[in-house]
């Protein structure tokens, strides 16, 4: 064994396959039978890890963070390389989990589609094998992710062995796909060793974003868990921010200075001179979200010319993409804002926060306990 490899098992927390002289320490009969399955899925993922870091390809360890870049769009989930490799494989001990290491290989681009359309980054497949530690009720999970052609298509697939038996969660994600079809299907098999009550369960949405909204429970206890394998959970609290930001748009704070300032843009979109009236809309623009904010204060209860309502609604449809319909279906959401209301760090996400727990309160639910002193 190299001493490349001796050191990245001892990271990894494995042992070298080195024999020793010194003879095994006995345990109970009772022990042994009771736990065979256990200890041959543990040596299989061990011997599994090893065998992949022989390769000749591993390199330093990392984290993978450093690799994967993800985002909502669409109410899809993409998920890329942040950049394309030098050289496939990747082989890569993970240096914030023990245990554990991870593989890309390229995946081929149809011919029927152009580099642009269907880049190197967007389509790999990456294997995350983590091996529980030693005492620990899981013994191995694996991860497999698939993405590529074209951008957006997407298999996730756990597989998850513990004492008690095995879970296998596939999620497949086709937005390009029949429109007869739902784009996300989310298969579901839990095989528990030994009652024989194995169940399979498939359920289906219409993009990412409307699994988690119309199966909450679902989207909790088994897509949360692929995501947080792959160092992915934080596109979920950001896409949550997001919607909230449209949904709470006009409720979110603003300096007096800037709704002052804004207060005479939009007298400025009326104004006579069209060089004027464009001036003034690029000025409202580039204010961001602030700005939008304050539009909708203002124009709130203002009477407005045919000219400043066409103009304010340009400039709030860029802040506002989700139609109405998915805005207010969301202030319904429970679920959603639960998750809003534990936002926190930046002042907008405290505020949002903020809005929906009193939204909550006004659906007479609990909201998400914060610290005392808020």
Known sequence: MTLLLTLM????????????????????AAVEEAEPAAEEVRRQAEEEIREILAQQTASEPGVLSDLLDARME??????EL??????????????????????????????LLTEEESPARSRFRMVVNHLGEPNAEVYAT???LYTGAPVGHMNLHLTRAWAGGSINV?????PAGLEAEE??????????????DDTYELVTAQSFADLSRRHPERFEEYVRPILAELGLEAVLSGNVRKVATQIFLADLPVEP??????QGLLRQLDDADFARRDEAQEALEALGRPGATALLQLSRDAELSLEQSARVSNILAAHRPLAAEELASRLEDRQFLQQVAALEGEPEAEALAKLARARLQELGDAPATRPAGE
Do not use: C
């Open 142 to 144: 694996n991860v497999e």
């Open 183 to 196: 784009a996300v299907k989310l298969h579901i098999v839990v095989d528990r060793a030994g009652d024989g």
């Open 74 to 79: 669409d109410g899809f989930l993409i998920v």
């Open 257 to 262: 200075e800037l709704l002052q300032k804004v």
């Open 170 to 174: 596939t999620l497949v994600q086709l």
């Open 82 to 111: 942040k950049e394309e490799p030098l050289r496939w494989p990747v082989i890569m001990p993970l240096s914030d989990r023990r245990r554990s290491v991870v593989q890309i290989s390229e995946l081929r681009r149809p011919r």
């Open 9 to 28: 098992l001892a990271g990894l927390g494995l042992q070298s396959t080195t024999r020793s002289t010194d003879p095994p320490p006995t345990r109970p």
